[in-house]
């Protein structure tokens, strides 16, 4: 910048019939704000950048749907016809029905429910839950998620919004919107 | 006239014409300084050294590991740019286009040379890491180029990564959840990371499953349509081009730093 600087401001036989040249203290203002400019448009451009990767809209599932009537559940079933589509069990027992979110707490995979074993399997590291989605053995360190499920007010069927997670280790399974009561 | 007169006439008669002089600059290089120039004024020759010296070639001391993940990156490269022409990174096609590959196309092995090349390469780096490792040829003056290789490292891995998710079966989708997954505990950036959850706006989080590093690698909360996509031009495009400059910084590192490390 120094070079510049000097060819900028020294005197010269063309300069001297020519405009004056701007004083080193102008040249210097000028050159900051124009770095400065600079600077700003390549920040946006990257805050721009950034931006663009990250989409407003998804094609995926919805997060919340009506999952038919408690009456459609058997009582003492795991059941798997939301699985696919929702990533959702709905359990049923005796005196409740509560809706288990298929992903596996160790590291995102979608355990099996085994029938004959009483379980659910991943079968990415082996990680097993209780029918509750309490965790028994394999490597996650932490009960499957619950998701909100209430019965919906204008047709009685059942409302599950997987946005809302319960957690067992909080506490938070005793909350009324982490089950239906059914007796 | 003998032979070798119409020989020097034929020869001058092809170098001297303004064609051949517009593509090499130096003319026939028959003294030692010509030809040194031949080499530096030729793009392809002058990524090699000059001169190499004799310790230079010793298989067992450098295992020619560098070469061999060299060797490797353009195989890939290749075969990568044929299976392009026939994959297509979209759900309802990528797991048939792979099929396709090994079983529709001449030279179906092409996609398994893909494969076994990108396991091979990650292995060879290693190896070549390990070797550099041992003879300590990481010392000054070449520290900053073990840092450029370490960089490299990584972009194998990177690069072995997003490969994994374009057959698009169980395996590709299953591990790439999982290994993405190690984005959400990002400082930070991950919104089950450390400090996440202490950036906020007038009480609202801003770094969200909906917001976060993993969502913007994944470009979406599953791995997905996006998700694929994302990986293919990370794949095929991105990192092969940042690869590719520090290819060409580490070797240039390679000679200012003395040439190929050799026995003391």
């Not at chain 1, 995926?60 to 795991?78: L, N, T």
């Not at chain 2, 517009?22 to 020759?45: D, E, H, M, Q, Y």
């Not at chain 2, 390990?130 to 370490?150: A, D, I, L």
Request: charged share 15%; with cysteine.
């Amino acid at each position: 910048m120094a070079d510049t600087v000097t060819t900028g401001t020294a005197p010269s036989v063309a300069a001297a019939t020519e405009a004056p040249l701007p004083s080193r203290r102008g040249f210097l203002s000028w050159l900051a704000v124009a770095w400065l400019a600079f600077a700003a448009g390549v920040g946006a451009l990257l805050t721009l950048t950034a931006r663009f990767l990250f989409p407003n809209v998804l094609f995926e599932p919805p997060s919340s749907f009506k999952a038919g009537y408690p009456s459609d559940y058997q009582a003492g079933e795991v059941d798997e016809r939301w699985k696919e589509k929702y990533q959702v069990w709905i359990v049923r027992n005796a005196d409740m029905v509560y809706a288990l979110i298929t992903v596996c707490t160790h590291l995102g995979c979608i355990p099996n429910w085994l029938q004959a074993q009483n379980k659910f399997k991943c079968p990415c590291h082996g990680s097993g839950y209780y029918r509750s989605g309490i965790n028994f053995e394999g490597p996650t360190p932490r009960p499957l998620e619950r998701a909100a499920i209430s019965i919906s007010p204008d047709d009685g069927q059942i409302f599950i919004d997987k946005a809302r997670k319960f957690l067992y280790e909080k506490g938070q399974w005793t909350d009324p919107a982490a089950f239906i009561k059914t007796t | 006239m003998s032979l070798e007169k119409h020989w020097r006439k034929l020869q001058r008669s092809v170098v001297e014409t303004q064609v051949w002089k517009s593509i090499f600059r130096v003319g026939i290089p028959n003294t030692n300084r010509k030809r040194v120039l031949a080499v530096l004024g030729n793009v392809v020759l002058h990524l090699h050294p000059v001169k190499t010296r004799k310790s230079g070639v010793k298989m067992r001391y450098t295992w020619c590991a560098g070469g061999m993940t060299f060797f490797l990156f353009l195989v890939l490269t290749f075969t990568g740019l044929l299976l392009m022409f026939y994959y297509r990174p979209t759900i309802e096609y990528a797991y048939g286009d792979m099929l396709d590959l090994r079983e529709q196309v001449p030279f179906g092995v092409m996609r398994e040379m893909h494969r076994w090349g990108a396991h091979a390469m990650v292995i060879a780096v290693w190896i070549h890491m390990f070797r550099v490792f041992m003879t300590g040829s990481y010392k000054p003056p070449r520290e900053f180029n073990w840092n450029v290789g370490v960089v490299l490292l990584v972009l194998t891995l990177l690069l072995s990564f997003t490969g994994y998710l374009l057959p698009w079966d169980q395996l590709a989708i299953w591990a790439i959840t999982v290994g993405s997954n190690m984005a959400r505990a990002t400082p930070l950036a991950g919104y089950e990371g450390p400090f996440a959850a202490q950036i906020q706006v007038n009480g609202v989080n801003l770094v969200t499953a909906g917001s976060d590093a993993r969502f913007g690698l994944l470009g979406g909360r599953i791995v997905g349509a996006n998700a694929l996509l994302r990986f293919y031009v990370l794949h095929c495009v991105f990192i092969p081009l940042i690869a590719a400059f520090l290819m060409a910084v580490h070797f240039w590192r390679v000679r200012k730093d003395g040439g190929i490390s050799g026995p003391l």
